[in-house]
């Protein structure tokens, strides 16, 4: 009976301290829901929400620059609270949300799902308004399109890509954090619902923080839409880069290279590579395997000469059969490789003429909400335009399956589709949403691994982490290149045949792009360094400025210190043009001398997981 009563009297004392993390004080418009590591409290009165880190004791509040808006608990209990509150879109129609909040045992993460009717007409809008830190030392963290960049919340103007409002399925992850470089401190916001979503990192008084702008599908609200908060006291962007490993480990993400190389052994012959762009076939694989190259991926366009674009002078490696050289580079333990597109096709007119890889018939192009094909890449052979993404597996089929039937190649290099943004279709024959876009890219991305290629893409992205193996571009910088497609000759240079970059571009690639060290951080390597090799863009190589003159300081040896500290791979441009030449043609010691450098300590980093990543001073 006494151990009874000590336990009812238990049970009512749990019951009791429940009761209390929901049940308001009369007159108090305050619900709070709390575990061990975070308190979050909603106030209806102002419609602010906000978190208690208790192991740092930090109070994370909204903008003080927010206006007030009334909100309605309508269901509260231990571990959610949900209300209703309306918010304006774009077109200031309003918009009538049910948001809940969720907190897990002892977890550092608070979820936010907000829905409304899946049917309800809309154009984009901000939710939910961000926290944020008034510290000196306050930066935004966030992989823009490459690795990795955090940038000073105080920053007036963005160096390169416009932050105010960036899609986040264009970012490497559905991620941007919010640190303090000096204490630690600091949140993230993770995107789960990416594919319609952009992150806006607007001023809020003097200081940047980042909230979610949601999109609509197909001019609708279309589903619920979630986000994750995730707080620490200390560790920075590193921590919470971190969590979002462990968070991408629970969505299947987290696939390593060791884990790949158990169905394709191929994957082994990254470690220690070398990524020669060598796109028209001029560089001899026997003879660079003889001066040390022991590891290479050999891309080229077409081993088969399908472009047959002239050569400047006839080399004897290539006056044998193509697919002997291919049998030949495979022997020394080279991957080589042939390039892929399927995102931009050109029109056929000719019903005669069969659809393949780089021409298709109209009615299998992307059209927009006004039924007009939306435009694609545009070159010297003309303008091109988007194919819907139904059709990428089709033609993945007969353009890959033709050339093994060649060229016994074991890798592929898929261009495009696993950089560029997620597109709607809206053709009443093959609609598509973004997320079945997606889908569709993946099914090309599957196809590839399941004959046992090497997958590299350009770029890449989280949800292509399990089915690609490299991402050319994720080690550099798109924004900031002080050249375009063409080398320069001078330091300094600005004006191109085709273009005039502003004076500052030079200093602005050294501080901001591939070259900057305050700015840069590994926020993808730390994540999935294990999973995909990263490379440099193939107009960002090593040896890029290997014939320009007056540089301040050696670019390659620059770029060599940066692929070992990324435990990156390096890539080697090749055109016999002199003017467009690399340091095969230019510098073969140089060549050689940068292979080595970074290649030897890739291949003892290709496969492992990055820990930590510090700088040894916070003056930035």
């Not at 393949?356 to 890449?377: A, H, K, S």
């Not at 571009?473 to 320069?488: C, D």
């Not at 940066?562 to 435990?567: D, E, K, Q, T």
Request: net charge neutral; glycine share 4%; aromatic share 12%.
């Amino acid at each position: 009976m006494e151990r009874t009563a000590f336990m009812n009297v238990v049970a009512a004392l749990v019951f009791l301290h429940a009761i209390a993390l929901t049940v308001r004080p009369a007159q108090c418009s305050d619900w709070s829901i709390e575990n061990a590591v975070l308190k979050v409290t909603v106030s209806e009165d102002s419609g602010r929400v906000t978190v208690l880190d208790k192991k740092s004791n930090h109070l994370w509040k909204q903008a003080p620059t927010i206006p007030n808006r009334k909100i309605k608990v309508i269901k509260a209990n231990t571990k959610s609270v949900s209300f209703t509150v309306t918010m304006k879109d774009d077109s200031s129609k309003e918009i009538p949300l049910t948001v809940t909040l969720k907190l897990q045992d002892n977890a550092s993460a608070l979820q936010v799902g907000i829905s409304a009717d899946p049917k309800l007409e809309m154009s984009s809008f901000d939710f939910i308004e961000p926290f944020v830190c008034d510290s000196e030392y306050a930066f935004l963290a966030i992989a823009d399109w490459c690795n990795g960049h955090i940038y000073p919340c105080n920053l007036d103007e963005w160096p390169g890509y416009n932050l105010d409002e960036f899609l986040v399925n264009l970012m490497l992850l559905p991620w941007v954090a919010v640190v303090d470089l000096k204490s630690g401190l600091g949140y993230s916001v993770t995107v789960e619902t990416a594919d319609d979503a952009a992150i806006r990192c607007v001023k809020f008084g003097k200081t940047r923080a980042p909230m979610v702008k949601w999109i609509p599908q197909w001019g609708r609200f279309g589903y619920e839409r979630k986000i994750i908060y995730t707080f620490t006291p200390s560790g920075g962007y590193v921590a919470l880069a971190k969590e979002f490993r462990k968070y991408a480990r629970k969505q299947g993400w987290l696939v390593t290279l060791k884990e790949k190389a158990k169905s394709n052994p191929n994957i082994n012959r990254l470690f220690g590579a070398a990524l020669l762009w060598d796109y028209y076939k001029h560089i001899d694989g026997i003879e660079a395997y003889n001066i040390g190259v022991e590891k290479a991926i050999h891309h080229v366009s077409r081993w088969d000469c399908f472009y047959n674009y002239p050569r400047v002078f006839e080399h004897d490696y290539y006056r044998r059969l193509e697919d002997d050289i291919v049998k030949e580079e495979n022997a020394l333990g080279w991957l080589t490789e042939e390039y892929i597109q399927l995102a931009d096709a050109f029109p056929i007119s000719d019903n005669n003429l069969q659809p393949n890889e780089n021409y298709d018939r109209p009615q299998t192009f992307l059209t927009d909400i006004n039924n007009n094909v939306v435009l694609g890449w545009r070159d010297e052979r003309g303008q091109m335009s988007m194919r819907c993404s139904a059709f990428f597996l089709r033609r993945a089929k007969q353009a890959v399956g033709a050339r093994l039937s060649y060229h016994p190649i074991n890798s592929i290099y898929f261009d495009v589709s696993t950089q560029r943004q997620l597109m709607e279709c809206y053709s009443k024959f093959h609609p598509r949403t973004r997320t079945e876009y997606k889908a569709d890219v993946i099914e090309v991305l599957k196809y590839l691994k399941s004959l046992r290629l090497v997958v590299h893409g350009e770029c890449a992205k989280w949800w292509t982490v399990p089915y690609q193996d490299i991402g050319i571009g994720t080690a550099s910088i798109l924004t900031n290149l002080p050249w375009h497609g063409i080398h320069p000759a001078k330091y300094g240079q600005t004006e191109y045949s085709d273009r005039k970059f502003p004076d500052n571009v030079w200093q602005k690639y050294e501080t901001w792009g591939t070259l900057g060290h305050r700015y840069r951080v590994p926020l993808w390597e730390l994540v999935f360094h294990d999973c995909i090799v990263s490379t440099q863009r193939e107009s960002d190589t090593m040896d890029w400025t290997s014939g320009t003159a007056d540089l301040p300081f050696s670019y390659v040896d620059k770029k060599i210190a940066l692929c070992v500290l990324f435990g990156t791979m390096p890539t080697y441009y090749h055109c016999i043009v002199p003017e467009s030449a690399g340091a095969w043609t230019r510098n073969r010691l140089e060549f050689i001398r940068s292979y080595r450098n970074a290649c030897k300590p890739f291949e003892i980093l290709a496969d492992k997981e990055m820990l930590s990543h510090e700088s040894v001073s916070y003056t930035h």
